[in-house]
């Protein structure tokens, strides 16, 4: 299986600002996946980033708060931008495993807006 | 939305087998079910996931009825290190939709 490390792994950011996550997988992938966790409640897909495509958002979710980079095989960023206390989450991304459909998750990105 | 049907939390005796069950009944044709498990809030695991035969790896064994409307995830022996949240998910795509999942907990 793909191992998958996301930085941060934690942070407390003050409301208004942003912050960049980042993932980086050890294999090449062509399907990268964002998630959100908030508190107590299951995951979300936000995205799903392709290496030379634009990303492609779900409902609920848009580009200019959650911009996404995804400039090679085995690397992408999510941005939360202009944070609100509400933006605090998990964020986890994901990669295309070896079968049907399955996904290998990193390890999150916890995030605390103040 | 691929929504499933999952109890809330299940207890199990550590050693004994631990059946989860799966509510899938709008699943279609081409969909698979996935079973994926979190760990304190770690990323998912994933586990096991199959079309319409029964399936059986290192870690769980996967039961789906002959109409496909339901699964059972099975850890034949249950060890305090599989206290987790199970997510059981039907997709024909790489779009997951997570449910709520069954928070289970292995007692000593």
């Known amino acids: 299986s793909a191992v998958i490390s996301q930085k941060p792994s934690r942070d407390i950011c003050q409301r208004g600002t942003s912050l960049t996550i980042q993932c980086q997988v050890d294999s090449q992938v062509t399907m990268m996946f964002w998630y959100r966790q908030q508190p107590g409640q299951s995951l979300t897909l936000i995205a799903t980033a392709n290496q030379g495509s634009e990303a492609t958002y779900e409902s609920g979710f848009v580009i200019d708060k959650f911009p996404i980079s995804r400039p090679n095989l085995t690397f992408s960023t999510l941005t939360v931008s202009n944070m609100s206390p509400e933006d605090s989450s998990i964020y986890l991304c994901?990669?295309?495993?070896?079968?049907?459909?399955?996904?290998?998750f990193g390890p999150g990105t916890r995030l605390l807006v103040l | 939305d691929a929504k499933t049907t999952q109890p809330p939390s299940m207890d199990c005796a550590e050693g004994r087998a631990a059946n989860l069950p799966c509510n899938h009944s709008?699943?279609?044709?081409?969909?698979?079910v996935y079973w994926y498990r979190q760990i304190h809030s770690q990323g998912p695991q994933y586990i096991i996931h199959g079309l319409k035969n029964n399936e059986t790896n290192e870690m769980a064994s996967l039961i789906i009825t002959e109409d496909r409307k339901s699964s059972t995830l099975i850890l034949p022996h249950a060890t305090l290190r599989d206290t987790a949240v199970y997510y059981c998910i039907y997709t024909g795509t790489y779009k997951y939709i997570f449910g709520t999942g069954t928070r289970l907990k292995v007692l000593a």
């Open positions: 994901s990669v295309e495993g070896l079968a049907q459909e399955t996904q290998y």
């Open positions: 709008t699943i279609s044709g081409n969909e698979y």
